[in-house]
């Protein structure tokens, strides 16, 4: 946002949300009573008090910016797919996947409490998600109708046609064609997608239009492949203890990434553009909005 007050008044309202998700995620692992006590310090260790609760915000700021009034289930939603993205997190840094030993800022899952523990960690969060928005008939009054419609869009972010999709490309990544249009196909799947299907959650909960909720996740796409952009910039420039995680990993394992192809200033201004193309595909709801200044950010973070 442009001036300092606008900046304050920002930093301001994303604490107080934050905050309340941070919250209602307590609350959901009361509820979800999750068994040993192992596995419940590993829920708490992993997915409790860290994060930037990014799909979270965008999920609730949408909702808000469609003008919609179901609040108390859309943060329900939020924290659910903040479960699943936490999931993600867990296995992705497996010995077995990209092997990193930090996340958040502190040792990853697997080498808290050991792999086992960590994969296992990682399905409860999984689950957790769907059972939690499963509930919201009979927790928010939501329609089965709506509560479908949610489920089948996060699933399919989620699965083989999404976030599952784009690890595998990461994966074998060394052993495609080193172009942007690769890039592009693997920050698609691996990020963007369920950073739009966590706008368009928001969407669905604020009961808009067809036409409306297809901009929505247009506009999630490429606010995810600039976020993932920026990302790959982050790896390159920034140090362990403000990335949270391992610096550098990228390029020792050969992956394909936007600065490695076209270096940093272009990458940059690649995701600046992304930015303002989503901004454009939202309209007017993102102008002066929560959610346009949130997009704003993702191409000016330093961490």
């Keep these: 946002m442009s001036s300092e007050l606008a900046e304050t008044q920002f930093a301001a309202a994303s604490q107080q949300t934050r905050a309340a998700i941070e919250q ?11 068994g040993p006590e192992t596995i419940r310090e590993a829920l708490d260790y992993t997915l409790l008090g860290s994060g930037k609760r990014l799909r979270p915000l965008l999920c609730v700021w949408t909702h808000e910016a469609l003008a919609g009034s179901k609040h108390e289930a859309c943060v329900d939603v939020a924290c659910a797919i ?18 990193d030993d930090m996340r958040r800022g502190k040792p990853s899952c697997h080498k808290q409490f050991g792999e086992a523990i960590a994969v296992l960690t990682g399905d ?5 998600c769907f059972d939690i928005i499963a509930s919201l008939g009979e927790r928010r009054g939501l329609s089965d109708q709506t509560i479908v419609a949610v489920i089948r869009v996060i699933a399919h972010a989620a699965g083989s046609g999404g976030l599952i999709a784009g690890q595998v490309l990461d994966l074998v990544s060394q052993r495609l064609e080193p172009t942007v249009e690769t890039v592009e196909e693997i920050h698609l799947y691996k990020t963007a997608a369920l950073i739009s299907a966590s706008m368009e959650a928001g969407a669905i909960l604020a009961a808009v239009d ?32 403000t990335l949270g995680k391992t610096p550098g990993k990228d390029a020792k394992v050969g992956k394909l990434t936007y600065p490695a192809l076209v270096g940093v200033e272009a990458s940059r201004h690649r995701a600046a553009g992304l930015i303002e193309d989503a901004k454009a595909r939202l309209g007017e709801c993102a102008d002066g909005s929560l959610l346009g200044a949130l997009l704003d950010v993702l191409v000016k973070r330093s961490k």
């Design 24 to 34: 209602r995620l307590q609350d959901l692992l009361t509820e979800q009573s999750p």
């Design 82 to 99: 903040e479960c699943l993205h936490t999931y993600s997190l867990i296995h992705d840094d497996l010995p077995c996947m990209d092997d």
């Design 124 to 128: 409860a969060l999984l689950t957790m």
């Design 210 to 241: 067809d036409e409306t909720r297809h901009r929505v996740a247009q506009a999630g796409r490429m606010a995810g492949q600039a976020f993932q952009i920026v990302d790959d910039v982050l790896d390159v420039q920034t140090d362990v203890k």
